[in-house]
């Protein structure tokens, strides 16, 4: 049975995924108002940043899911399209269309496979990175992956 607030969280939900999407959508007329060009910029390249490490590791937490419970599956897993990302404000909706998070989802589940290195992997994702930032007329450079530079720098 549905409790009140189970509807009106899938309600705030909704409402929260179509924000992220029209500001996805509509990059282009938000990122060229005067005064907020580079603060708009910098958002966005954090969110996608988010939203791709996110996926990534995804990818590569799927092929471990199906490794240790040996799972058959009939169809090939599907990478969301909407994220909830950490900001410095807090979390955040966070949209990105279904054929570049399918595309950086499977990068993640090839890395884990051990079918790609880590370095073609980080400008693998990379380069989708690019395309995403081009789309957008995005200013500021994704960056995705960092972590697995940071993590091999640990002792």
């Known amino acids: 049975m549905k409790r009140a607030g ?22 282009h007329k938000v990122s ?54 950490s900001t410095l404000s807090g979390r955040v909706w966070v949209y990105l269309d279904q054929e570049t998070a399918q595309e950086v989802f499977e990068l993640g589940r090839k890395y884990q496979l051990t079918l790609i290195s880590k370095d073609i992997a980080v400008e693998a994702v990379a380069l989708v990175a690019q395309k995403v930032e081009e789309r957008l007329g995005l200013q500021v450079s994704i960056n995705p992956l960092d972590f697995l530079d940071d993590a091999e720098q640990q002792p």
């Open 6 to 27: 189970d509807t009106m969280m899938n309600f705030r939900e909704a409402r929260e995924r179509k924000k992220a999407k029209e500001f996805f959508d509509s990059f």
């Open 32 to 85: 060229n108002k005067k005064g907020a060009k580079d603060k708009v910029h910098l958002l966005m390249a954090g969110r996608l940043r988010g939203f791709f490490d996110l996926t990534f590791i995804q990818g590569a937490k799927q092929i471990e899911t199906s490794e240790s419970e040996d799972i058959t599956e009939t169809a090939a897993p599907v990478a969301p399209t909407f994220r909830q990302v």
